[in-house]
């Protein structure tokens, strides 16, 4: 079953340090996002690609980059984590134009200390 | 951007009551989603509506797309519909705009 996926899962990393967050689809979907969620905030944007090579800021781009080399996988770097960024991330995709159902893959919780 | 209001924030029932929830939104839309964040964490879509009436067993939903509003009835609730309940949209943009949710609790 075509299917979208994160990981890690879960992950813990010290101030200062590069990360990165992976997003794999299988639906082959032209649009892929990255949203993150904080209590008191509901889910908000980061990020957003509507095809290859192809990458647009969100709401809460600062601190964040993400690059589309291929049309399954939607990687986002932390350049250098902040505690700020403590948050639980989700990737999401839909197919392609607007108006259409987007799918959410299962979240990564990241943890900056 | 389109801001996007879910009421009431909080909702605790007993089990096999109903309720309704709501999702105003303030400009026209060409996407609207319902979604439940399970207690770990996933978010499950439930609905995409926006427009008109979709129902899904005991979920159903309405959205007045003329009145910028929709609705998400839960009728006899169980304990597995706890979790907060989202509604998203989007207008000329692909990208969903998310509401703060309702986090309903249903007890035994």
């Known amino acids: 079953d075509a299917e979208i996926t994160q990981s890690p899962r879960h992950k813990i990393t010290e101030t200062g340090r590069q990360v990165t967050l992976a997003c794999h689809q299988t639906?082959?979907?032209?649009?892929m996002f990255w949203y993150r969620q904080d209590l008191g905030h509901g889910l908000r944007l980061i990020h957003y690609?509507?095809?290859?090579?192809?990458?647009n800021k969100g709401e809460v781009s600062d601190g964040y980059s993400v690059s589309r080399s291929n049309t399954e996988d939607l990687p986002l770097t932390l350049e250098s984590a902040a505690s700020s960024q403590t948050s639980v991330y989700f990737c999401a995709s839909s197919p392609g134009g607007a108006g259409e159902t987007q799918y959410f893959g299962p979240g990564t919780r990241l943890l900056v200390l | 951007g389109i801001q996007v209001e879910q009421s009431p924030p909080d909702l605790i029932l007993q089990e096999g009551a109903n309720s309704t929830l709501r999702c105003n939104f303030s400009?026209?839309?060409?996407?609207l989603q319902w979604f439940h964040q399970n207690p770990w964490g996933q978010l499950i879509n439930l609905f995409y509506i926006p427009s008109g009436t979709k129902q899904n067993g005991r979920l159903s939903a309405t959205t007045v797309a003329t009145e910028r509003y929709s609705l998400l009835y839960i009728s006899s609730s169980q304990t597995t519909d706890s979790g907060v309940y989202f509604c998203a949209v989007a207008g000329s943009a692909r990208q969903l705009t998310f509401g703060s949710g309702t986090q309903l609790t249903v007890l035994p």
């Open positions: 690609s509507y095809g290859v090579q192809d990458t």
């Open positions: 639906w082959n979907h032209n649009n």
């Open positions: 400009d026209s839309v060409n996407n």
